[in-house]
């Protein structure tokens, strides 16, 4: 995508070449502290529960405001699980774990060691 | 908490919209208004929307909430150069294209030009999961971008109440509306917000809390059979509005709104006089026959020869070479030629040389709306100079008088407005006292009021006519006869 980079965050992140499990893209406006909060939130989230399985793009809306629609976006921070379909989204900063993890539904795995 | 619009400053207001100086500003606030375009509305808002402010239109179900809005847009692209937005939340773009091309709107070629921009914002509950803070950025950034894409000034949220079912957090959710609606506010854009109505509120969510400067409430129901829509400016901060009901309809050029004219006294008055196509009854008229521009009512029981009055004057108008149209409710144009015939009257001819035009309809088939907005648009687009209505009774018999009334007051003085001489017939019974009282509301409005009644003397049946009133003239007050002969209508004994 053509999502362009910011300083404050990576926007892909993939630990495998091969097409991963889980396609997410995190929608923030800006570097508010909602969108720092979600982005360290799922960035552990991922490395401790979907480590090897996972790709995440972080989309920021201010820089391109025409990425909203497409995957109709409204309330941010939003992440959207794009594969496996069907679509799936979490809205808020990702505060808890477990509602995420519902929400993007994952099957519950012991921690990985980190 | 509505801080932000109490003050009807129209130097703030158009310090941030440039436009706002193009059109007069209306009202005595000088309030800037922005022209919706709709036929009707901008009458009754005294020139249009609050420019630059949010307005909120709510109604339930199938009340033509998104068609107002819809036109709100096209129009504002289309004649005022203003470029529109139209945020949908329960229909898709094609969805609304397609409702709003039946009345001529083109969006897809207003999109091509870039004059309009749809987005449908779907929320879809059952594929969202909430876990902490969020807010509406996403929204506003599609907004905002909408809006800068193609320079709009005008914006349409239809219905942005959808977001209630699809976002669980009402309190972040309404936090959002509110600086929203302010959101807007700052950036100058006249915006139209849907909204469902409630059962105890104006709307479901009370979205009529947030938006302060202008409430429009639409209606659909149900009367005899035949379906009715009004339209009512509840509230509108800083400006004169009209408050009535306003009946509207849905027709193949989109919204009417009934009255075209508010009730006003200002119409110019002639002293020209047009002769009534009866020599006899134009000598009752001080000899010349009624004013130009005057309403003349004419009343009676049935076969008293209300209807071949109405026919005289059309062609008294047409032998004057002025362009007539004859509204006929009782009887088809071919009836109506042949017994007009038999009267020494060619309506056919008249027809042949595009001076008149005859409409035979029956009001109960459509309801008094549908014929009202008929009516305007042939006046406004034939341009006659002579208007006969046979009978104007028939527009209110069948339904609740009550509520016809200031519709029929409205059609008058819009004649009136528009210089035109109308003729109308009313029918009544013969008993004169309780007829007179039923007459009064719309015969208060004519000019001049002539009645024909039926006399028995000695085995004979004949036909009085009489001249009950004639405003600015002298006029005989005495009865005559009224003749049927074949080269047409005559008035004996008139002195």
Redesign the interface.
């Known amino acids: 995508m053509t999502s362009a980079p910011a300083d404050w965050m990576n926007p892909v992140s993939a630990d495998t070449d091969e097409d991963p499990e889980f396609q997410l893209k995190l929608?923030v406006?800006g570097q508010t502290s909602?969108s720092v909060?979600?982005l360290n939130?799922l960035k552990r989230l991922c490395e401790t529960r979907l480590k090897g399985r996972y790709r995440l793009e972080v989309v920021d809306?201010?820089r391109n405001?025409?990425l909203?629609?497409g995957d109709?976006?409204?309330?941010?921070?939003?992440l959207v699980r794009r594969i496996p379909e069907?679509?799936?989204?979490?809205?808020?900063?990702?505060?808890?774990e477990e509602?995420?993890l519902?929400?993007l539904d994952v099957q519950v795995l012991p921690r990985c060691a980190p | 908490m509505h801080a932000d619009t109490s003050a009807a400053t129209p130097t703030a207001d158009e310090a941030r919209s440039p436009r706002a100086l193009d059109t007069p500003p209306s009202g005595p606030s000088g309030l800037a208004k922005t022209a919706t375009g709709i036929t009707g509305l901008d009458e009754i808002t005294n020139g249009g929307l609050p420019r630059g402010r949010p307005t909120l239109v709510c109604g339930s179900a199938g009340c033509g909430k998104t068609m107002l809005a819809a036109e709100f847009i096209v129009r504002g692209a289309a004649q005022y150069g203003e470029p529109g937005v139209f945020m949908m939340f329960e229909e898709t773009a094609e969805e609304l294209s397609a409702n709003v091309r039946s009345l001529g709107f083109d969006l897809d070629a207003l999109q091509q030009q870039g004059q309009v921009a749809l987005d449908y914002v779907r929320v879809e509950r059952s594929e969202i999961e909430e876990t902490g803070e969020y807010d509406l950025e996403g929204l506003f950034i599609r907004i905002g971008h909408a809006v800068d894409r193609i320079g709009a000034k005008r914006v349409v949220l239809d219905t942005i109440e959808a977001l209630f079912a699809g976002l669980p957090n009402h309190a972040v959710l309404r936090a959002e509306l509110r600086r929203l609606f302010r959101w807007l506010k700052d950036r100058g854009l006249t915006t139209v917000i849907t909204g469902e109505r409630g059962e105890a509120s104006l709307t479901r969510f009370g979205l009529e809390e947030y938006v302060a400067d202008c409430v429009i409430l639409l209606d659909h129901r149900i009367i005899d059979q035949v379906s009715t829509r009004r339209l009512r400016v509840v509230k509108y901060r800083g400006s004169a509005h009209g408050t009535n009901e306003y009946p509207f309809l849905i027709g193949h050029r989109g919204i009417s709104v009934v009255p075209i004219t508010s009730m006003r006294l200002d119409h110019a008055a002639s002293d020209e006089r047009v002769g009534t196509g009866i020599e006899g009854l134009d000598a009752m008229l001080s000899g010349r026959g009624v004013h130009r521009g005057a309403s003349v009512l004419v009343s009676g029981a049935p076969g008293t020869g209300k209807s071949s009055l109405g026919v005289a004057f059309a062609h008294a108008a047409c032998l004057r070479g002025e362009r007539t149209l004859l509204f006929a409710y009782e009887e088809s144009p071919d009836q109506l030629r042949r017994n007009m015939r038999s009267i020494g009257v060619d309506l056919a001819g008249w027809q042949a040389r595009g001076l008149l035009d005859i409409h035979a309809s029956r009001p109960t088939l459509y309801g008094i709306e549908q014929h009202l907005v008929h009516m305007y648009d042939l006046v406004r687009e034939r341009r006659p100079a002579v208007v006969v209505i046979d009978p104007i009774s028939n527009l209110t018999m069948t339904r609740e008088d009550r509520m016809l009334k200031p519709s029929l007051m409205r059609l008058v003085d819009f004649l009136k407005q528009v210089g035109v001489t109308a003729l109308f017939t009313d029918v009544t019974n013969d008993t004169d006292v309780s007829v007179l009282d039923a007459e009064l509301g719309i015969s208060s409005l004519m000019d001049t009021w002539i009645r024909v009644s039926n006399v028995s003397d000695g085995g004979e049946r004949a036909r009085a006519i009489r001249v009950l009133k004639s405003r600015g003239m002298p006029h005989s007050n005495h009865n005559a006869e009224l003749v049927f002969t074949t080269r047409g209508l005559q008035v004996k004994g008139s002195s």
Do not use: E, F, H, W
């Open positions: 929608y406006a909602k909060t979600a939130n809306l201010l405001p025409q909203a629609a109709q976006i409204l309330a941010v921070p939003t069907p679509m799936r989204k979490v809205i808020g900063d990702l505060s808890n509602r995420v519902v929400g």
